[in-house]
């Protein structure tokens, strides 16, 4: 079993930036896949990015690309991502996320931090 507990989330203007960290509980996490995903209100969660294990091969949505930059500290099992020129259509609450076989699948799930971007 993992736990998965983000923060940094907050309010921040148009074009600032925000980083927000995803603490797991467990021996294994450098054994994971990880993943971001967010949901704004009235619609579908949707992934941002996506960080491997091994290699830490990264993956990122084409609307965050260039913005943001998802990282690993597995010494400290924790994940990141750095969110930079932000805006307003990056308001959702952000999940963090596991996957266990790296089959793009994940099986486990923060409990998710908002993030709002004024314009």
């Known amino acids: 079993q993992v736990q998965l507990v983000e923060s940094g989330g907050g309010l921040v203007q148009a074009g600032g930036s925000l980083r927000l960290s995803c603490a797991a509980s467990?021996?294994?996490?450098?054994?994971?896949?990880m993943g971001w995903f967010r949901q704004a209100p009235g619609k579908e969660r949707e992934f941002v990015a996506r960080?491997?294990?091994?290699?830490?091969?990264?993956y990122y949505a084409d609307s965050v690309k260039g913005r943001f930059t998802i990282s690993r500290d597995n010494a400290k099992n924790t994940l990141y991502l750095q969110m930079n020129s932000l805006k307003p259509e990056d308001t959702a609450v952000y999940y963090c996320?596991?996957?266990?076989?790296?089959?793009?699948?994940?099986?486990?799930w923060g409990q998710g931090t908002q993030v709002t971007v004024s314009s």
């Open positions: 996320a596991a996957d266990r076989y790296g089959i793009n699948s994940y099986d486990y």
């Open positions: 467990g021996r294994t996490f450098s054994r994971y896949a």
């Open positions: 960080i491997n294990w091994s290699v830490g091969s990264t």
